[in-house]
């Protein structure tokens, strides 16, 4: 069965086909009785417009490339903040009538890749994720003039907008509440420092901690869960009398938690722990984990809007979004 064409839909409705055309196209020149029939008919017939042809007439492809800078070991992927994010920001496009390529580029390839398919014009616009900072995709893709933001504020500088949660705010949360339990020697488990996260995590941990005279007490991770275990035989190696730690995301807490009691640690009553961002399985540790809710689908939609204001060439700015503390019984 042949698909209906333009011109039938412009009999049906009883306008040219450039009539039909604008109204297809979103274009506002069409009187909204003219719009309403054109539609009518649209639906009649279920008329599906030539995506190829559509692209040439709007210079749209109508197509969003969400990239995200994944190192080989699938570190990002592994997270379960991954698919929060990318489901949210999804749906959002989606509700837009955009549809989505997702594309890992974790290595020199496949950034080669994602350029050359960014700069040939298949995308309308590009949404960045777990940008690390010596990685030159950013301001390559800049270079080609498509609409870029980042989800997560870039490591070094580029010319992109970015959303983020407020990283500095929410670690002193975190530090404070653990002052405020009477811990005196606390430690952290930072992420990997060539990312923002981490970087604006442990400097306001450094900060805050330097109000009230404490020395830091550091090991670095990289967002997993055995890292965090590893790093956190580490601190108790390096200072066995430490009382709290504070780890820059949810997985690294659970495997210091998991170490903790390996070592035969008591949590909270001989070393409290504090996580970030507040996934789903911090409700379910033993004990259940007290951690820094940032808004991690309220940031890839406000990611998605980013984007699509460019698109729409209206004026945009980066975002940043609040965090909270959730106390729980891991201190």
Do not use: C
Not at 47 to 60: D, E, F, G, K, W
Not at 256 to 273: E, K, M, N
């Amino acid at each position: 069965m042949r698909r209906p064409t333009l011109e039938a839909v412009a009999t049906r409705a009883g306008v040219s086909k450039s009539t039909v055309s604008r109204v297809v196209n979103g274009e506002a020149t069409v009187g909204p009785d003219i719009r309403a029939l054109v539609m009518r008919a649209v639906n009649e017939l279920d008329y599906m417009p030539n995506p190829a042809a559509r692209s040439l007439v709007t210079q749209r492809t109508d197509s969003i490339a969400v990239i995200v800078s994944d190192p080989p070991a699938g570190l990002v992927s592994d997270d379960p903040m991954f698919s929060t994010v990318v489901r949210a920001a999804s749906r959002e496009f989606e509700a837009a009538g955009k549809q989505v390529a997702l594309m890992l580029a974790g290595t020199a390839d496949s950034r080669l890749r994602v350029r050359q398919f960014v700069a040939a014009g298949h995308v309308d616009g590009v949404m960045l994720m777990s940008m690390h900072g010596a990685d030159p995709l950013p301001a390559a893709l800049a270079a080609t003039g498509v609409p870029i933001v980042s989800h997560g504020r870039p490591a070094v500088s580029v010319d992109v907008p970015w959303v983020d949660n407020d990283n500095i705010g929410g670690a002193a949360l975190a530090v404070r509440h653990l002052l405020d339990r009477g811990r005196r020697r606390i430690a952290m488990i930072s992420g990997p420092l060539d990312m923002s996260a981490a970087q604006d995590r442990l400097g306001a941990y450094r900060a805050t901690l330097r109000e009230t005279g404490r020395r830091s007490i550091v090991a670095i991770g990289d967002f997993t869960r055995i890292s965090g275990a590893e790093a956190m035989f580490q601190l108790l190696d390096d200072d066995p009398a430490l009382d709290a730690v504070f780890a820059a995301n949810d997985l690294m807490a659970i495997g210091a938690l998991r170490a903790l009691r390996r070592a035969g640690r008591r949590v909270p009553d001989d070393v409290a722990v504090v996580g970030y961002d507040d996934i789903e399985a911090a409700l379910y540790t033993d004990p259940p984990l007290t951690t820094v809710r940032s808004p991690m689908g309220d940031q890839a939609v406000a990611s998605a809007r980013l984007l699509l204001g460019l698109l729409e060439n209206r004026p945009m700015s980066s975002v940043v979004l609040p965090t909270e503390l959730i106390v729980r019984d891991s201190s």
